[in-house]
């Protein structure tokens, strides 16, 4: 999967043209253990499966990957969410902001199935890792739900509340023999302010607030409608 991207970094901005050729989405990422289990049970609540280990890393079709501003979807019970996404190109590394896009109804039948019948939105533009690493737990992502035509604060917290790229890694498998080069990883997500809701568009940034600057990026969800 080919995508052409901005690097935005403290010396101006580049085109970035990048190949996917893996993706990987991880889940199960709070550094909080008992916000962490809080969660797991309130999700196996509503039949959705708690996971074996944390965190958990799953292998997705490359071609997910897109910077589009419109996802199409079969169902009305599907909604994003707010991730850091981390990108390995050759000797460089990158961070930008996306949403798991994900079908809530299949995902009591299979988390990975779920995450695998969406693309994965990320924005346009990435930073530098190497110009955020001292200070990542300061940066902030938030997202917005659009419902009935009304924008709402859905989640919103600093990537403190997670675990940090370098953890995700070291937890991946040693024996998995995808390539690590083209890697894009999007990281899982912080809690909802809202509960499961399902808007007709989603809004997403982070905010560096070091270096005073913001990510944003957003896409509208259409509903196709079946005839069967």
Not at 44 to 57: D, N, V, Y
Not at 149 to 163: P, S
Request: charged share 25%; with cysteine; net charge negative.
């Amino acid at each position: 999967m080919n995508l052409d991207l901005t690097i935005e970094s403290k010396t101006g901005k580049n085109d970035l043209a990048c190949t996917v050729r893996r993706l990987v989405c991880a889940g199960w990422v709070g550094r909080d253990k008992e916000e962490l289990r809080a969660h797991v049970e309130e999700l196996e609540k509503i039949g959705i499966p708690g996971p074996g280990k944390t965190p958990i890393h799953m292998n997705l079709s490359a071609n997910l990957v897109t910077t589009a501003d419109v996802v199409e979807v079969i169902s009305g019970e599907t909604s994003g969410e707010v991730e850091f996404v981390f990108l390995k190109m050759g000797n460089e590394a990158y961070v930008g902001v996306g949403s798991d896009h994900t079908d809530r109804g299949f995902e009591k039948h299979s988390i990975p199935a779920s995450k695998q019948m969406y693309p994965k939105v990320m924005s346009p533009v990435v930073w530098p890792y190497g110009e955020v690493k001292q200070h990542w737990d300061s940066l902030i992502i938030r997202s917005w739900m659009t419902l009935g035509g009304k924008k709402e604060l859905y989640q919103e917290d600093a990537l403190a509340a997670i675990l940090d790229v370098e953890a995700i890694l070291d937890a991946m498998p040693s024996d998995d023999p995808l390539p690590g080069d083209g890697l894009v990883l999007f990281s899982g997500t912080v809690a909802s302010k809202m509960g499961m809701v399902y808007g007709e568009r989603f809004d997403f940034e982070m905010e560096d607030p070091i270096l005073k600057r913001k990510n944003s990026h957003g896409y509208t969800v259409q509903v196709r409608r079946q005839h069967l």
